[in-house]
């Protein structure tokens, strides 16, 4: 088990603290269109402030690649955290330098403050040791909350450490040991349930899972390249035709491992993907032309739905149908319906599974939500994540 320092084990009062958080948010005409990320960090933010931190916070926002791009500033999110946090968030236009020096000199403890989008210098992404150390010169402690940009080696997330003291926050504390459970000990069975668009994403999290799972249940269109490698047609279904030997390959790692691969046994099919267009359900070998296999059909989502109640943990990546056009987030709607029913405890990661659950308003019957995408399958294909690695083991 991963055990990190955390914000829990130190005296915080006095202290001058950068903190790394992800408040890479959606913007809707200058205003904050979905605030998920900023209130996950609410509680370490709360914590440090009660504790008498003098608390910078510094993110990213969006893609700037180095340029100072006026709709990428942070003045939207400083904002929207003002709202939540009930207390004013003061924002500058600062992420180095004198100005910042100046300012942190000044602060009191219990006073927060926000820094300008640390990608609008080139050095973050580069991981630069100059920039890095500029970065960390006005603090006392660095404090990394921000797991959904952990398995990055920028400047502001494992850079800094090397300059100053890094710890924990306390939703990075949650993510590491939420994870780290299902991988170390996993409620037996353990079923893990892949989806989402391409097998060539997640080789290493099927093959992780493989290993490690009792069942392994596949839809979406990573379900699609196995079942074409595994000698169906599917018509003009969406597939990786390059992972067709890797996929092969994992399905006979399944036949010879003790956990049990499940391809769907019936898809949902549509010759024009778009809203309430016309559907019908087939068998893998019945489907053929100008049909795409867009769903996993009612047969595939009873079979998952008997395995999920048998089940005492499960873990979800990546959404078994194209979700984002109706009805063909049935099958993903169904599962999450199986496991809302279940009494196992369940953890999803993943941007759009969690996109997905969200719009169903599924996502109260999830015992853990990981906030991370990459960051996430990086952690569980077993990777070392350097915004963890940088924080001082406990
Ligand atoms: P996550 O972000 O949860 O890890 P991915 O990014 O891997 O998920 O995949 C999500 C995408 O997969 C969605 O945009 C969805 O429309 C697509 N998808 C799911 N099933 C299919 C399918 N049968 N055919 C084509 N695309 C699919
Ligand atoms: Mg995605």
Redesign the pocket.
């Known amino acids: 088990m991963i055990r990190k320092k955390s914000i829990e084990d130190i005296d915080l009062k006095g202290k001058k603290i950068l903190m790394r958080v992800d408040f890479n948010v959606p913007l809707d005409n200058g205003n904050v269109r979905d605030d998920t990320r900023i209130r996950a960090a609410l509680p370490t933010i709360e914590f440090l402030l009660k504790n008498g931190a003098r608390l910078v916070l510094v993110s990213h926002l969006g893609r700037p690649k180095g340029e100072k791009t006026p709709e990428l500033k942070l003045d939207p999110v400083a904002k929207r955290l003002t709202e939540l946090l009930g207390k004013r968030v003061e924002k500058i236009d600062y992420t180095i330098g004198p100005e910042v020096e100046a300012r942190v000199a000044s602060m009191n403890d219990g006073d927060i403050l926000m820094l300008e989008n640390v990608r609008f210098y080139r050095e973050e992404e580069d991981n630069d040791s100059d920039f890095a150390r500029t970065l960390a010169k006005p603090y006392d402690l660095f404090v990394n909350d921000a797991f959904g940009t952990a398995h990055r080696a920028h400047a502001s997330t494992a850079g800094v450490a090397e300059y100053i003291p890094a710890l924990a926050g306390l939703l990075m504390k949650k993510e590491i040991e939420e994870l780290s459970r299902c991988l170390e000990e996993p409620g037996r069975p353990l079923t893990a349930i892949l989806?989402?668009?391409?097998v060539s994403?997640?080789i290493n999290v099927i093959r992780r899972f493989l290993e490690l799972a009792d069942n392994l249940l596949v839809?979406?269109?990573?379900?699609?390249t196995f079942l074409v490698a595994a000698g169906y047609n599917l018509g003009a279904?969406?597939h990786e035709q390059e992972q067709l030997s890797l996929a092969s390959d994992l399905i006979a790692t399944s036949k010879i491992s003790r956990c049990r691969m499940v391809l769907p046994s019936d898809l949902v099919v549509t010759e024009d993907l778009k809203q309430n267009s016309n559907y019908k359900v087939l068998a893998p070998e019945e489907i053929n032309g100008n049909w795409?296999?867009?769903?996993i059909g009612p047969k595939t989502f009873t079979m998952f739905g008997s395995i999920i109640k048998e089940s005492s943990m499960i873990v979800w990546?990546?959404?078994?149908?194209?979700?984002?056009?109706p009805p063909f987030d049935r099958g993903t709607a169904e599962v999450a319906a199986a496991i809302a029913e279940s009494s196992a405890y369940s953890v999803i990661?993943?941007?759009?599974?969690?996109?997905?659950l969200e719009k169903l308003k599924l996502s109260d019957q999830i015992d853990f939500i990981s906030t991370g995408?990459g960051a996430t399958?990086e952690f569980w294909e077993g990777k070392e994540l350097p915004g963890i690695t940088a924080l001082k083991d406990k």
């Open positions: 989806g989402g668009a391409k994403d997640k839809g979406g269109g990573m379900a699609n279904s969406y795409k296999a867009v769903d990546n990546g959404p078994l149908g194209v979700f984002e056009v990661g993943g941007g759009d599974l969690v996109a997905a995408g399958l």
